[in-house]
Nanobody
Framework: QVQLVESGGGLVQAGGSLRLSCAAS????????MGWYRQAPGAQRELVAV???????HYAESVKGRFTISGDNAKNTVALHMNSLKPEDTAVYYC??????????WGQGTQVTVSS
């Protein structure tokens, strides 16, 4: 069982920045990958960014160049730095991890609202 605790999020104006953080109850070396998905009202949950235990990253096209995902192996945390935010980035952001077993775990979600 992996527990994820998210922090960050909130309300920001377009063009602003926010930082999300997710703390895992296990070492980042014991997982396959960890990252963030988001879900806007009426939309499907979509990938935002992931980072593997080896440090490789992958981003959705819509956030490339604006968002940066990073991992802190000492603290078992993953952060998502979001810059140049747009109203279309408004969503509930969910931290997730894929364990070595292949099972996925999810955080409780944190709201990000970008006003125009």
């Amino acid at each position: 069982q992996v527990q994820l605790v998210e922090s960050g999020g909130g309300l920001v104006q377009a063009g602003g920045s926010l930082r999300l953080s997710c703390a895992a109850s296990v070492s980042l070396f014991s997982i396959n990958h960890m990252g963030w998905y988001r879900q806007a009202p009426g939309a499907q949950r979509e990938l935002v960014a992931v980072i593997t235990s080896g440090g490789s990253t992958h981003y959705a096209e819509s956030v490339k160049g604006r968002f940066t995902i990073s991992g802190d192996n000492a603290k078992n945390t993953v952060a998502l730095h979001m810059n140049s935010l747009k109203p279309e980035d408004t969503a509930v952001y969910y931290c997730h991890v894929e364990a070595r077993s292949g099972f996925w775990y999810w955080g409780q979600g944190t709201q990000v609202t970008v006003s125009s």
